[in-house]
């Protein structure tokens, strides 16, 4: 008996995303695998290098995975709610299928500074 692994391999990458304080990103990421034995683990990127595993019951975190809630084979979600100013930083993503892992380009949260608060701030109206 022969046994073929698909190779795993990221088909669409998560992409950098910007929000005001309170707002709402969606990082995505796609395999092409469609394995049952998937498991993605987002990461944050401290200023200091270390990557820290975001958490399932993080506050404002929610990471949904393609067993989870009728989401696409495959397909993997990290989900930032109610955004706050210390989220703002570098993620990535490694995805393991039990024999192999990936891991995705690093992205980017920037929060955008609302203009009247830039306008007050230089002392211009």
Do not use: M
Not at 14 to 24: D, K
Not at 76 to 88: K, T, W
């Amino acid at each position: 008996t022969i046994n073929v692994h698909d190779s795993l391999r990221i088909i669409e990458e998560p992409e950098s995303q910007s929000t005001y304080l309170g707002g709402n990103v969606v990082f995505k990421i796609q395999t092409a695998s469609n394995s049952n034995a998937l498991r993605f683990f987002w990461h944050r990127i401290e200023s200091d290098g270390t990557e820290v595993e975001v958490e399932k019951d993080w506050k404002h975190y929610t990471v949904i995975q393609e067993d989870e809630e009728g989401v696409d084979k495959g397909a993997g979600y990290l989900h930032i709610y109610d955004v706050q100013a210390y989220h703002e930083g570098q993620y990535r993503c490694t995805i393991h299928n039990g024999r192999d892992h990936v891991t995705s380009q690093t992205v980017n949260l920037n929060i955008i500074e609302p203009k009247f608060l830039a306008t007050l701030a230089d002392g211009k109206s």
